[in-house]
C-alpha cells in the first residue's frame, strides 16, 4: 500500500474525528465522508471531501475505513446487516474502528471481517480535542501485527504515540486502562483545586507547581486551567464519559477485578449527568465540588 494513495472513507465527524478528518485531508489522503448529519461535514465537503450517501456507499468506495461514533450500539449499526460496512466493502478492505467500545464488541467485528477478506482493527484514541487538532494523539492499536504495519502512515498523521497491543480488543481493553486512570485522576484534580482556593491560594500558581512534579498529568495539565476559568466546552463529552467508564466497569466485573476509584468516578459522573451537563466537557466534574 503507497501512503496518500488509498482512499479513506471516515465515519463520524464529532469533536474528534472532524479533526481527524481533517488532518488526514492535509496529508494528501482522498476522503470520503457519511455521517448521520451532513451539517457536521460542512468544511471537510468545502475541502473537498467527497459526500457519500450511505454507509454502504462509502464502504463500496473506500480502500480504509475509520469509524469514530458514540457508543457501542452505534458501532454494531454501521458494521453489521445488509447495509452495514462488513457487507458493503471489497476484500482487502482495512476498517479501523476508532471508537472506545467494548472488547468484545471489536473481537465480534474482527472474526466477521476475516471470514470476508477484510482486515479489522480496533484503534481507540486518548487526548481529547487538542489532540485531535495537533495530530498528537495517542492510539491504542489491537489486530494483526502485519495490519498495523501496513496502515501505520495513517496513524502517524493522526497521533504520535501509536502502540500496538496485540490481538483483536487489545486496543480497547488498553483504552478502558486509560479510562479507569482518568476516572480517579479527575476526583484528585477537582479536590486539589478547591483544596487551593479554600486554602487562600491562587490556584493558577499552584498548578505552575505541581503540573510539573509527580502529580502531572493530561488532566491536570489541560482539563484543570478550564476548571479555574469555568469554561466547560466539551474536550470530551461528560456523557461519552460515563460510557467509558460504564464500558470499563463491566469488563473488570468480568475479569474478577474490583475498581472501587472507578465507581466512585461514575458515581459522582452520574449526578453531574443528572444536573444536565451530559454535553459538558468532563472538566465540568468540578461543578459537583463548588457546591
Known amino acids: 500500500m503507497h501512503e496518500n494513495n488509498q482512499k479513506i472513507g471516515f465515519i463520524g465527524t464529532g469533536v474528534m474525528g472532524k479533526s481527524m ?33 450511505s454507509v454502504a456507499e462509502l464502504a463500496k468506495s473506500s480502500d480504509v ?13 454501521i458494521y453489521f446487516g445488509n447495509e452495514g460496512i462488513l457487507e458493503n466493502s471489497k476484500a482487502g478492505t482495512v476498517v479501523i474502528d476508532m471508537t472506545t467500545s467494548k472488547p468484545s464488541l471489536a473481537k465480534e467485528i474482527y472474526e466477521k471481517a476475516n471470514s470476508k477478506g477484510i482486515d479489522a482493527m480496533d484503534a481507540p484514541v486518548s487526548g481529547g480535542d487538542i489532540g485531535a487538532k495537533n495530530g498528537s494523539l495517542s492510539i491504542m492499536v489491537g489486530g494483526e501485527k502485519h495490519t498495523f504495519e ?29 479510562q479507569i486512570t482518568i476516572a480517579s485522576n479527575m476526583i484528585g484534580v477537582c479536590e486539589a483545586i478547591m483544596y487551593a482556593k479554600k486554602a487562600g491560594l491562587n490556584p493558577e500558581t499552584v ?56 465507581a466512585l468516578s461514575l458515581e459522582l459522573y452520574g449526578e453531574l449527568a443528572e444536573k444536565g451537563e451530559n454535553d459538558s466537557g468532563t472538566q465540568a466534574l468540578i461543578k459537583l465540588f463548588e457546591e
Open 150 to 178: 501496513a496502515i501505520l502512515p495513517i496513524f502517524n498523521v493522526l497521533g504520535e504515540n501509536i502502540v500496538y497491543q496485540g490481538e483483536a480488543g487489545a486496543g480497547q481493553h488498553t483504552k478502558l486502562a486509560n
Open 65 to 77: 475505513i475509520i469509524t469514530i461514533v458514540g457508543y457501542p450500539k452505534d458501532v454494531k449499526e
Open 21 to 53: 478528518a481533517a488532518n488526514l485531508q492535509k496529508a494528501g489522503y482522498p476522503l470520503n465522508i457519511y455521517t448521520r448529519t451532513k451539517v457536521k461535514a460542512k468544511e471537510l465537503l468545502e475541502l473537498g471531501a467527497k459526500w457519500k450517501d
Open 207 to 262: 498548578l505552575k507547581s505541581i503540573t510539573a512534579g509527580a502529580a502531572g498529568s493530561f488532566s491536570l495539565s489541560k482539563l484543570a486551567p478550564r476548571m479555574i476559568k469555568n469554561d466547560y466546552a466539551p474536550g470530551f463529552y461528560v456523557k461519552h464519559f460515563i460510557k467509558d467508564m460504564k464500558i470499563a466497569l463491566e469488563s473488570a466485573q468480568e475479569l474478577g477485578l474490583t475498581t472501587p476509584g472507578l
